[in-house]
């Protein structure tokens, strides 16, 4: 890529004091809504943070964010701000098998807006939730029935009535939970997706999807169920599920072997039977003891024209096209130079790492983590491709990030890392990428960063 239009600003960084971060302070998962005007967070604590977006501002102006050249208009808009905070999980005991169910969001999925309120779904390892997030500037005044601190009257000494009136207050967010959606799963819940007709969703754990209607809570329907009747015949598991964009009847899943199904709910209820398989076939001449364990896709996700399939491993991201199922239509090397470590990562259980990819509002560039707090994105036209970095030391706002390189081998330069100094400990699993405009939020263990194309 070319250094001038490498130079990414940050918008806006959301940091928490190291000092103080603890294990629950780690962020688990970060989401736009579908107009990209909030953004939410939820951490290994069971805590949401949702940013808003603040009104215009003059001054403000920044470029579609693309990772080679930009021709559109440039925007005037303003930065992401703290809008709400709540607890949306509480650790909890299963009591029938003595385990302890961690409070950790896992997945964090909007629903579309269709009045002055938000709702988002999220879930830990076991319960689903249904949020409403809305705004109070008014509150009644002039109750017959209680006093104005609360208490109810006695009927008797009411002489006469009133016409309560609505007062303004200062503005509060409040967030309720709406519906509780639990007891559906015995494995942990690894994703969820609301359905292009925004009346159901589907929750994914290691062996089972289920199909819920968002306004009933006491029962679910299993539409994939991979459980063997002898568990010592398991070979695999599921390890994401993402609904069609626009067909509301197709949903994919992935699983740890490699592959990906596509099922159509219009064929039968259960979706045992998959439409299509996608699948590449295993080089023999590069098989090895961690072949299984690198070929395990860690997320799924359909672009937003429905048209192709983008799946991560632990060193690639694939992109299918889904009339094409016996090979990837193109893979992008996240972070080959690791090829020679796997040993040492095997031995500190990074290769279990489960990094998720995103892809752009355009679908022209996708994105996704790497260590050392690195990240890549990748320009599908012109194949180019670029490394930056989430990190303190540029977290000043409007910082300018410089594209890093990574030396595996023989004579280093200046401006490039050693392979054998990346920090493993630091590393980028949960991005998104702004739905219209060319902005990304990226978490980088406690901290969330949001970079914005470089300022006209």
């Known amino acids: 890529m070319e250094e001038e239009s490498d130079t990414r600003k940050i918008n806006n960084s959301f940091l928490r004091d190291h000092n103080y971060a603890t294990e629950a302070d780690i962020i688990s998962t970060v989401e736009f809504n579908s107009s990209g005007e909030l953004l939410a967070t939820g951490d290994k604590g069971g805590r949401v943070v949702v940013f808003q977006r ?102 008797s000494t009411i002489t006469s009535l009133r016409v309560p009136v609505l007062q303004p207050m200062d503005l509060m967010v409040e967030a309720t939970a709406r519906r509780v959606f639990s007891n559906a799963h015995t494995y942990h819940i690894n994703s969820i997706s609301v359905n292009s007709d925004v009346q159901t969703y589907i929750s994914t754990d290691d062996l089972r999807v289920n199909l819920w209607n968002l306004e ?5 329907f299993n539409i994939v169920d991979i459980k063997p009747a002898n568990m010592e015949e398991l070979t695999e598991v599921i390890t994401s599920a993402e609904f069609h964009p626009q067909h509301c009847h197709t949903f994919a899943y992935s699983s740890s072997k490699g592959s990906i199904r596509l099922c159509d709910m219009r064929q039968a209820a259960l979706c045992d039977k998959h439409c299509k398989y996608f699948e590449e076939p295993e080089d023999p001449s590069t098989r090895s003891f961690f072949s299984e364990i690198i070929s395990s896709i860690s997320d799924v996700k359909f672009s937003h024209n429905g048209r192709y399939l983008m799946t991560r491993d632990y060193l690639t991201v694939k992109v299918w ?16 130079y690791l090829r020679g470590k796997l040993c040492s990562l095997y031995e500190n259980d990074c290769i279990f790492d489960k990094f998720e990819c995103v892809w752009n509002g355009t679908d022209s560039v996708i994105m996704t983590g790497s260590y050392n707090n690195f990240f890549r994105m990748f320009d599908r036209n012109t194949k180019r491709d670029v490394t930056l970095e989430a990190s303190r030391e540029n977290s000043k706002p409007r910082a300018i990030l410089k594209p890093r390189k990574v030396c595996v081998g023989g004579k280093r330069r200046k401006d490039e890392i050693s392979v054998d100094s990346l920090d493993f400990s630091k590393k980028i699993l949960h991005t998104t990428w702004h739905p219209h405009e060319n902005i990304i939020a990226v978490a980088a263990t406690n901290n969330l960063y949001i970079f914005q194309d470089k300022v006209n």
């Open 321 to 336: 096209d889904l009339q094409m199922e016996n090979k990837p239509l193109e893979t992008y090397q996240v972070h080959d």
């Open 54 to 155: 603040e009104q215009e501002k003059a001054g403000q102006s920044l470029i579609s964010f693309l990772p080679l050249q930009s021709k559109s208009q440039p925007q005037r808009r303003g930065e992401y701000n703290v809008y709400s905070t709540f607890q949306s999980h509480e650790p909890e005991f299963d009591y029938l098998k003595s385990l302890e169910i961690e409070e950790k969001i896992n997945k964090i999925k909007w629903l579309p807006q269709q009045n002055a309120a938000y709702f988002l779904l999220s879930t830990n390892d076991k319960t689903v939730k249904l949020w409403k997030i809305s705004e109070r500037d008014k509150r009644p005044e002039g109750y017959n029935l209680k006093d104005e601190d609360g208490r109810i009257r006695d009927p």
């Open 216 to 220: 009933i809570t006491d029962r679910s």
